[in-house]
């Protein structure tokens, strides 16, 4: 990072930074720690941080408002020393493998309403993609599922067709 005052190159031109523009840098540096604070630890074990840098980030997770503000922004200033922009790489990473996980499931949760309505042409095209797909277990299900609707009962067999469902795209990844 640029201090003020100094100069900077830019496509063979010399400028001095402005003090705007260490600040936007800065807020960018904050709101990337605010990320990080957000994640669940399993993804920020994906990161490859420095230790001193993960610690401070697990400490956030167990403060609120202020507390929580004022480390947000130590870690901030934590991330000048660091390679910011391979982080925001790979959290970019991490963000598409969720927006992946998120559409697959609500492809799944898409099919089993189209099962449970009786659709036979989703059968017909579950048949078709997944191996292992029995029929006769999913129009088990339905029937269950459909029945227990009628009856005022818990939703077991449309959780257990969903799960079923779950189980056949895991087979296919």
Request: with cysteine; glycine share 6%.
């Amino acid at each position: 990072m640029i201090r003020f005052g100094e100069k900077a190159a830019y496509d063979d031109e010399e400028y001095y930074v402005s003090k705007s523009d260490i600040k936007r840098e800065l807020q960018e540096l904050k709101d990337l720690g605010k990320e990080l604070v957000e994640l669940p630890i399993k993804d920020l074990d994906k990161l490859n941080l420095t230790e001193r840098l993960y610690e401070q980030v697990i400490k956030a997770h167990g403060m609120k408002l202020g507390a929580l503000k004022r480390q947000v922004g130590f870690i901030g200033g934590l991330m000048v020393d660091e390679e910011h922009q391979e982080i925001k790489q790979n959290l970019d990473k991490i963000r598409q493998a969720h927006n992946g996980e998120t559409k697959q499931f609500h492809q799944i949760e898409e099919w089993r309403d189209q099962l449970l309505a009786g659709d036979n042409e989703v059968m017909t095209v579950l048949r078709n993609q997944f191996d292992s797909f029995d029929i006769q277990h999913v129009r088990q299900l339905v029937r269950n599922a459909n029945k227990e609707t009628t009856q005022d009962k818990p939703p077991k067999s449309a959780r257990l067709l969903f799960k079923y469902l779950m189980q056949c795209q895991d087979e296919l990844d």
